[in-house]
Every structure is written in C-alpha cells, then in structure tokens.
C-alpha cells in the first residue's frame, strides 16, 4: 500500500476529527479511510488514534507523527514545485487565517494582486478573530495582530499597528470631551470583547486598582463598535486600520492621545522549517513590503 497514501488519509482525519469528515474531503469511503489508517498503525506497530463512537484524537505518538507527516508531505510539495520556474510552479491551495475585520477591510487588494502574479495558485482564506493553531489545522499562514510571544514559529512583521481612543463629535458636545483617565471614567466604553486594551493604556498602571470603565455594550466586533461610537454611544479604543477612515472623515474625534498604547503589529505567522514551501514562501515575499512603515490607513489623518 502506499506509504504517501496512508500518510496523507491519516493527516486529514486528524484535521477532520472524524473518518466521514475525511472521507468526504478526500472523495473515498469511509471504509477505505479506516483500512488506510489501520494499515499505516500496523506498519508501524503503534497505535496513532484513540477512536470513540463520538470522535476521534491522536495519542501521543499519534501526535508525534501527524506533525513528521506535516513536515514531509510539505518537503514533497517543495521537492515538486522546486522543478519548475517559480510564477508557473507556486500552485495548489494556500491556506490563510486572518483577523475578521482587517481581512474584510484590507486584505482583498493584496489578495488580487498576489493572485495575478501566481495565476496558478488557489487561496482558502478563514477570517476570525479567535487563536488558529496553524500546525493543528493544516493553515500554511496566519496573520496575527499583537505583541507576539517566543515560539517555535516564525513570525514576520508587516506593518504597525496604533490603537485609537475616540468619540463622535455629538457624543463630545453632550457629554463632555475626556482629558485624563479619571475623567474617561465617567463616560460610556464601549468595550472590545476578546481584549481588554483599557489595561495597555499609558498611565493606568499609576492609577489606584480601583480603576474601572463603565460598559453598556460589550462587542466581539471593531467595526461594530466603531459603528456605535459614531452613532454617538459612547467612547472606543479600536486599531486605525478601523477607525482610520472615519477619523479621516470627522465621523469620530481621536482623544487621550497622551494616553494611548504602545503600537502593535501586524505578523504572518508560519511553521519554522527549513524547505519553506514555494507557495508560502511567495506569500511571505509579495505581503513583506506590501503595506509599509506607514500604512495607507494611518495617512489620511
């Protein structure tokens, strides 16, 4: 039987967390999935998964082999397109996990271009805005917005990213313009759910421990609460590639400047090997330099 075969079904029902999810993907029957599984433990003399009636999981030498087999069926892609001039050869599927609103604001642009250099390559983008294990999932990149920790990952940066603290003008007008921390609590914040940026802010550390910002809404989504800030809600502390627009257009003042974080950045994520494969290493070329030291979004203010 042969060995690419049996690896390739085994990496793909450990993705799929099932059998008939990997069938499916694979377009084969579920039963030839299991006999490709059972042959592969079986060669090896080692069982790679524990199976329930409910799901499926690696055990621990099950997990040791799904990332070889990630390395070594990626090495063989690499081996294959090596062969031919790089624009003809960068083919197949591109996977990229990106965060939602900066991939519904920012990346369709780079997206096209990149696609009109290598025509022959095909793009599966997922947009979300919670932790990708890019190893685990099979995603070749990842772009990740933050103060990255040490990892066995690369991680390139690609642009800075500046945090805004801003109010609509009416909201302004009505309730009074914050000029310190302590005043910003008397006023409505609306409140970025998988964060909490109000503890980066420069000088809240000095403050007493009882500091504190009233919420009546708290949200998963920037351009959400972008949207209620202009709306007049309340006050936000969202990334420009945001609020940048609408701050450009008067929709939102930007306050507390003194006030605000510590840039973060903007990083492709990817695995740490050492034959990147042809296809991310043309991602990681094209979007390098793409949006700059200073991205377009922070050159309208």
């Known amino acids: 039987?042969?060995?690419?075969?049996?690896?390739k079904t085994f990496v793909s029902?450990?993705?799929?967390?099932?059998?008939?999810k990997a069938a499916d993907k694979l377009d084969i029957s579920p039963q030839l999935v299991s006999k490709y599984v059972s042959a592969l433990e079986e060669g090896l003399s080692t069982r790679l998964l524990h199976r329930t009636t409910r799901k499926v999981s690696t055990t621990e030498a099950g997990d040791h082999y799904f990332t070889r087999c990630l390395q070594v069926l990626g090495d063989i892609d690499d081996i294959e397109n090596s062969l031919n001039n790089l624009s003809e050869n960068v083919s197949g599927v591109l996977s990229i996990s990106a965060p939602m609103s900066f991939g519904v604001k920012h990346l369709a642009p780079l997206l096209v271009e990149f696609q009109k250099q290598y025509p022959n390559l095909k793009l599966d983008l997922k947009l979300t805005d919670q932790f990708v294990d890019i190893v685990e999932q099979g995603i070749d990149i990842a772009l990740r917005i933050g103060v990255l920790k040490n990892s066995s990952l690369i991680a390139k940066k690609i642009a800075p990213?500046?945090?805004?603290?801003?109010?609509?003008p009416a909201y302004l007008?009505?309730?009074?313009?914050?000029?310190?921390?302590?005043?910003?609590?008397q006023h409505n914040y609306l409140r970025y759910a998988n964060a909490e940026p109000t503890k980066r802010l420069t000088g809240v550390n000095e403050l007493k421990s009882e500091f504190k910002l009233e919420s009546n809404l708290v949200a998963n989504n920037g351009d959400?609460?972008?949207?209620?800030?202009?709306?007049?809600?309340g006050?936000?502390?969202?990334?420009?590639?945001?609020a940048g627009e609408a701050l450009a257009q008067g929709k939102i003042v930007r306050i507390l400047q003194n006030h605000e974080p510590e840039p973060m950045g903007l990083y492709m994520v990817y695995a740490n090997r050492q034959f990147l494969p042809s296809k991310v290493r043309a991602f990681v070329d094209f979007t390098s330099g793409y949006y700059g030291d200073v991205p377009y979004w922070d050159l309208g203010e």
């Open 1 to 7: 039987m042969d060995k690419l075969t049996t690896m």
């Open 13 to 20: 029902v450990v993705q799929e967390g099932s059998f008939s």
């Open 161 to 168: 990213i500046h945090l805004a603290v801003f109010a609509s």
């Open 173 to 185: 007008k009505q309730h009074g313009t914050p000029t310190t921390l302590q005043e910003l609590q």
């Open 224 to 233: 959400l609460l972008l949207n209620t800030a202009i709306a007049g809600g």
């Open 235 to 242: 006050i936000a502390m969202q990334p420009t590639f945001i």
